[in-house]
């Protein structure tokens, strides 16, 4: 799998939107780019995916460059509730692949 | 549904002790995986399977056995507990057929081996 590079930590004021950068330039044509956050020490979450188009859902936006080679989660009004460790990872679409995870980036949402 | 579940969620171990860490998940899922944490890491693989009877090394499966006895089950064994096996234990699940689909997480088993 592709490695991804990000932040180690970032800082977003409440209600403000938080976009949250990862970079994976070795990224290939069959690997989807995932978002994964994990709040305290729970088990990380599921937040959104994508290929190649700009995706949507109720939690979160992502945005991919045209060329694959980086993305951004974005957070449209952070809550406190957002402060979490967010883990950008690429992987084949193979539902038997494993997730590789990286350190993630620490967003803390300030009051 | 319950999702994925582990047990215990707390445990103390004395150096070369053993011990089992449970996974269950009710999601009707092929693929299910064990991962640890340590402190300000990442989450590393440790074994996975993609099928009952079938399981596979990950990135750190050294000091750890794995059993897929059924489709709902998968438990993690430490034969000869060491200090440096303390860490939080998550299990996960996935479908595993077609294409994307989501990873499932337990809520963790926090391993101490003194």
């Known amino acids: 799998d592709a490695k991804t590079t990000q932040p180690t930590s970032m800082d977003c004021a409440e209600g403000r939107a938080a976009n949250l950068p990862c970079n994976h330039s070795?990224?290939?044509?069959?690997?989807?780019v995932y978002w994964y956050r994990q709040i305290h020490s729970q088990g990380p979450q599921y937040i959104i995916h994508g290929l190649k188009n700009n995706e949507t859902n109720e939690m979160a936006s992502l945005i991919i460059t045209e060329d694959r080679k980086s993305s951004t989660l974005i957070l449209p009004h952070a809550t406190l509730r957002d402060t979490a460790v967010y883990y950008c990872?690429?992987?084949?679409?193979?539902?038997?692949?494993?997730?590789?995870f990286g350190k993630g980036t620490r967003l803390s949402v300030i009051a | 549904n319950a999702g994925v579940t582990q047990t215990p969620k707390f445990q103390v171990l004395k150096t070369g002790q053993s011990m089992t860490l449970q996974c269950a998940q009710d999601?009707?899922?092929?693929?299910m995986y064990w991962y640890r944490q340590d402190p300000g890491m990442g989450l590393r693989l440790i074994h996975y399977?993609?099928?009952?009877?079938?399981?596979a090394k990950g990135e750190v499966p050294d000091g750890y056995n794995v059993s897929r006895l059924n489709k709902r089950e998968f438990s993690l064994r430490l034969e000869s507990a060491a200090p440096s096996q303390t860490s939080v234990y998550f299990c996960?699940?996935?479908?595993?057929?077609?294409?994307?689909?989501?990873?499932?997480f337990g809520p963790g088993t926090r391993l101490t081996v003194l």
């Open positions: 070795t990224i290939s044509g069959n690997e989807y």
């Open positions: 990872i690429v992987s084949v679409t193979s539902g038997n692949t494993p997730l590789v």
């Open positions: 999601m009707n899922h092929n693929s």
């Open positions: 996960a699940s996935r479908p595993g057929t077609g294409g994307y689909n989501e990873q499932f």
């Open positions: 399977s993609v099928g009952e009877g079938t399981t």
